[in-house]
């Protein structure tokens, strides 16, 4: 047996995997005890929660073609179901099969690192990923990573040592099972099926069963994707492969309003998932004239990303490289979470453990390393497969947008070449100054790429106020008035001009109001200071009403609108909700309002006539909005049909 093919022994593999489940469910432990989003999770991980929920009740087909990849909120669904009915129970169970599957990633990693180098190089490589903090870290929230890093592990594993049909056959499903994790190995799975047949010919081996073994992956991946397809043409009439967000991601990294790639909010997208899809389409059918579907939409954002970058090519080049800067750096770029704020609460995320910092720089010169030994014909020839696979996935999510969840599976692949290289440095040190020369400058080139700034100074401060933001609208909408207006006093302090915030002040206020006039006897009217504080909130919606981004002016709407209701000034509250509806035309819950609104407007109507004549277009609306849900929320179904029944009552 050849170095590059003994197996750590099986007691260290247990070791690893017990070391490594315990780091991880030391980290769960203190992220549930202290973290603010623990039981409140945002986003994304707002998304798939509620997702994962339906699922778990019941609703496995849905009703839509998929935005987002499908897997993992279907997987999360399954533990859900056995968790029983609680929501905080449910969450601490999928975190803590997150922490097992951590585990075993870091023994798969191990075996990854084995195949290519040798046992003692699988399981440093192990041990890496196994102490890798930012890798302990995602285990702890409800995020795709979790379930893609041991299926891509699994996949690099099989992909570097398959020979057999039926081991390209495993390739092809594990391939397809990824791209419905991470959609960028959806773009990779063609040239992995024409991996068999790239093999043979760099080895010089049989083209008819390189051949067979293409057949193999493309079945695989068939197998799994098939069904995904037909689901989608069965619920949207339109034959999607997997998602219809494939447009709106690439131009969401592709465009000269982003210069460095990263997720960002546009002024026509609500910060909201469930919201996202519906956003993008409006926005796309606003700019075309006539209305697209989901597919229409992804090919109208791929096409205005690709013009731009045929107006712009040296901008773009440069969007492109920053990205790639961003991809091998240190920083963790935040997505939903960002690592420097979640160590405010979580204390293991203070451990002396890597980060990326130490493992990108020994895993990019063990690559630099193994193709100087390639060349010398020294290097085993699934390395260079690894290498190969670490760069194509690079390529993918350069070409996206960057964040630390899109880059933490390299660290699968940087892993196993890291060990490798820390393992040479003894060989390294007797060949002589040559190899000292090349080492010295593969340590000094990934040292430059993975230390040397990309961001300015201040942009670690904006990535943490985002998300002191993010935690005060979740507050604010607990009804925490203490907590969130501490929070947001301290963002108006830093971003007095920033429009998100002054809508985040005027809720806050408009909330603290409402506690206080509910609270004060029937009849009771506003206070001097309880009025100028009204008008101070109103003044502030006004301004982002004339000069906000559209998504800031849609919030500031309807916020307006709210509180206008709620005083009673119902011409106002009728201007900002129709406004509102400019934007989102199908809002529901901002149709709902406007309805009862134009119905309080109707009754002040004196003659019999003109009232059931203004009554008719509030029945109209609520009629459309009864149809709209049907029996799919019956709780909303029941207050609809009451509020209808009284208007109908009304006009009579």
């Known amino acids: 047996m050849s170095e590059a093919d003994a197996r750590p022994p099986r007691w260290a593999l247990v070791v690893l995997a017990l070391v490594a489940l315990g780091l991880r469910w030391w980290c769960v432990e203190q992220y549930e005890r202290a973290h603010p989003q623990a039981d409140r ?10 997702w ?40 601490q169970l999928a975190r803590r099969v997150q922490a097992v599957l951590g585990a075993l990633t870091s023994v798969l990693i191990a075996l990854l690192g084995a195949r290519l180098f040798g046992a003692r190089a699988g399981l440093l490589a192990g041990a890496l990923f196994a102490l890798h903090l930012p890798a302990i870290w995602f285990c702890a929230l409800l995020l795709k990573p979790a379930l893609f890093l041991p299926l891509f592990a699994l996949f690099a594993l099989q992909l570097v040592g398959a020979q057999r049909a039926r081991d390209w056959l495993l390739v092809g499903v594990l391939g397809g099972l990824g791209a419905l994790l991470r959609g960028n190995m959806l773009v990779l799975l063609p040239l992995f099926a024409l991996w068999p047949l790239g093999r043979a010919f760099a080895l010089r081996q049989p083209r ?29 009439g339109r034959l999607v492969l997997t998602t219809s967000g494939a447009g709106t991601n690439f131009y969401g990294g592709n465009n000269l309003d982003n210069p460095y790639g990263v997720a960002t909010e546009f002024d026509w997208v609500r910060g909201v998932p469930e919201h996202e899809a519906a956003d993008w389409r409006h926005e796309a059918s606003r700019r075309v004239g006539r209305e697209l579907d989901p597919t229409q939409t992804s090919s109208y954002w791929l096409d205005a990303a690709l013009a731009s970058m ?11 490289l920053r990205k790639l800067r961003l991809a091998l750096h240190r920083y963790e770029t935040p997505d939903n979470h960002f ?11 203070d451990a002396p453990l890597p980060r990326f910092g130490t493992l990108g720089v020994l895993g990019l010169c063990g690559v630099g390393w193994m193709l100087r030994e390639w060349r010398r ?28 969840r899109a880059r933490l599976p390299l660290v699968v692949l940087l892993a196993p070449f890291a060990a490798w290289f820390v393992l040479s440095l003894r060989r390294i040190a007797a060949e002589g100054p040559r190899a000292w020369a090349t080492a010295a400058a593969l340590a000094a080139g990934s040292a430059w790429l993975v230390l040397a700034p990309v961001f300015p100074p201040e942009r670690r401060a904006a990535d943490l106020d985002e998300r002191d933001h993010n935690l005060a609208v979740e507050l604010l909408q607990e009804g925490d008035l203490a907590r969130s207006g501490a929070l947001i006093t301290g963002l108006l302090e830093r971003h007095p001009d920033s429009a998100r915030v002054n809508l985040l002040a005027a809720e806050h206020e408009y909330r603290q109001l409402r506690v206080e006039f509910d609270a004060a006897p029937r009849g009771f009217a506003l206070s001097s200071d309880q009025a100028r504080r009204l008008e101070g909130a109103l003044q ?27 005083f009673g000034r119902w011409s106002d509250a009728e201007r900002c909700y129709r406004a509102a509806l400019v934007f989102d035309p199908a809002d529901g819950d901002t149709r709902r309002r406007l309805a009862v609104v134009l119905a309080e407007l109707a009754m002040q109507q004196r003659e019999p006539q003109a009232r059931r004549l203004a009554l008719g277009e509030p029945q109209r609306i609520l009629e459309e909005l009864c149809a709209e849900v049907g029996e799919r929320d019956p709780v909303l179904a029941g207050e609809l049909r009451a509020l209808l029944e009284q208007i109908r009552a009304a006009a009579r």
Do not use: K
């Open 41 to 50: 999770p945002a986003i994304d991980e707002a998304s798939y929660d509620s």
């Open 52 to 91: 994962a929920r339906e699922i778990a009740a019941g609703d496995v087909l849905g009703r839509e073609i998929f935005f987002q990849e499908p897997l993992y909120p279907y997987a999360l669904g399954a533990v859900y179901a056995l968790a029983g009915d609680d929501p905080s129970e449910q969450r």
């Open 208 to 236: 008819r069963a390189a051949l067979a073994g293409c057949a193999a992956v493309a079945l695989g991946v068939a197998l799994v994707l098939a069904p995904v397809a037909l689901r989608n043409q069965h619920v949207g």
């Open 310 to 320: 045929r107006r712009e090519p040296l901008e773009h080049a440069r969007i492109l």
């Open 339 to 349: 690592f420097d704020w979640d160590q405010r609460y979580v204390p293991f995320l």
């Open 377 to 404: 014909r020294q290097a085993p020839a699934p390395a260079l497969e690894s290498a190969l696979v670490f760069t194509l996935y690079l390529a993918t999510i350069v070409l996206t947008v960057m964040s630390d």
């Open 540 to 566: 502030r919606l006004a301004s982002i009403e004339r000069a906000g981004a559209a998504q800031e002016r849609y919030r500031a709407q309807v916020l307006h609108g709210a509180i206008a209701q709620y």
